[in-house]
């Protein structure tokens, strides 16, 4: 019900917020760098204060793809994530889905410890 309530809210002020690219394409880089949790507000402000209708499978991507998940930055991410959630319905979804194929994937032979962190950072924000 909260969530039902939180997409009605965004909704109805969708056109108030800015959507406008440079700062769209900021948020996309910072979460794909890694969401730590020194960035947790500025990542919080930025999801509540833009329209990102557009850019939802730039960031479901964004999430898959990052590799920097320490112990302690993994609540942040999870944070984010949820914020996205409550205002897109695909986004959850589609990043449970994504994180999900990270997870499952066999990394090639030469990129063994790579592959071992992006799943253990899939597996850590899949379980949060």
């Keep these: 019900a909260a969530v039902a309530e939180s997409r009605a809210a965004f909704e109805a002020n969708k056109k108030k917020l800015k959507s406008d690219l440079k700062r769209t394409t900021a948020l996309v880089k910072k979460v794909r760098a890694g969401m730590s ?3 947790r507000g500025s990542l919080l402000q930025d999801v509540e204060g833009l329209n ?20 302690k930055d993994v609540s942040a991410a999870a ?11 695909q986004f959850g979804r ?23 962190k992006r799943r253990r950072a899939a597996m850590r924000l899949i379980v949060e």
């Design 79 to 89: 944070a984010v994530c949820s914020a996205l959630h409550r205002r897109h319905e």
């Design 94 to 116: 589609d990043v449970t889905r994504s994180l999900a194929e990270v997870f499952f994937s066999q990394p090639p032979v030469d990129d063994e410890d790579d592959g071992k």
């Design 52 to 71: 990102l209708t557009l850019y939802v499978s730039e960031l479901v991507a964004a999430v898959a793809e990052t590799r920097r998940h320490k112990d």
């Design 37 to 39: 949790e020194e960035q």
